[in-house]
């Protein structure tokens, strides 16, 4: 298997790859510092399994793995790390295995075993209604890839094949479909139109110009067209809190 070390220390990265050294069959093929690393090697790179490291700066190994699951071809998870207290929240996004630092040898074979038995990338079969929503998003402008945390994200809209994002930092685009984005952010995120999910906390009122309906969003200028189609659901979303 093709073998990415995730890992904000360097020695415990140089010991992991010593260890993967020894074992027949498996490969090196990156090594990463922190999840923006680890999310941005994936895409350029056939990585089969990622060993991650839980406890990083700026993006944890948890949230990492959220980002890395909405790859198109998302690579395994393993977390490797120091805090036995952090299995439940790691098997909640599906990871492959846990392993305790410092990780044993026999462990490790054992870990990379039980993955090929089930056909290598687990992460793939994911159903999105199975796991928690992301806390972040991963996204593009300019060719830079940056991530946005979804508490401030005002706004989806689908524009041709990709998806703008809308927060205070500026407009950004992902690739993932509004259905996706609405399946996984439901009780933030309300359709308000075919081509345009709305965060519910920032909406400040609901106007009526001519025949159209517009939200209004706090820190926002733009407003965001309601469809007929959708605007007995958004009412019935902000009934009580807004209108």
Not at 8 to 26: K, M
Request: a positive charge; one cysteine or more.
């Amino acid at each position: 298997m093709n073998i990415l070390i995730v890992d904000d220390e360097a020695l415990a990265r140089l010991r992991l790859a010593q260890l993967i050294a020894e074992l027949p069959g498996h490969r090196v093929v990156g090594q990463a510092e922190n999840g923006m690393q680890a999310v941005a090697l994936c895409e350029h790179h056939a990585v089969d399994v990622v060993l991650l490291d839980i406890r990083m700066p700026s993006i944890d190994g948890l949230q990492t793995a959220r980002l890395l699951a909405a790859l198109p071809m998302p690579p395994a998870v393993i977390f490797v790390t120091a805090y036995p207290n952090h299995a439940l929240a790691a098997f909640e996004v599906q990871a492959s295995d846990y392993l305790l630092k410092p990780v044993r040898r026999e462990r490790l074979v054992q870990a990379f075993a039980r993955l090929a038995e089930r056909g290598g990338n687990c992460m793939s079969e994911r159903v999105i209604d199975n796991r928690s929503p992301r806390s972040h998003l991963r996204t593009r402008l300019g060719g830079v890839v940056r991530v946005v945390a979804v508490e401030q994200i005002r706004y989806f809209k689908a524009e041709q094949k990709y998806v703008t994002v809308r927060s205070p930092e500026g407009e950004f685009l992902i690739e993932d479909s509004l259905a996706r984005l609405e399946a996984e952010f439901s009780g933030r995120f309300v359709r308000a139109h075919r081509n345009a999910l709305v965060a519910i906390p920032y909406v400040e009122a609901l106007h009526r110009r001519g025949v159209r309906y517009w939200l209004m969003l706090k820190d926002c200028p733009e407003s965001i067209m309601v469809s007929r189609r959708h605007l007995t659901l958004v009412r019935q979303v902000l009934e009580g809190s807004i209108i």
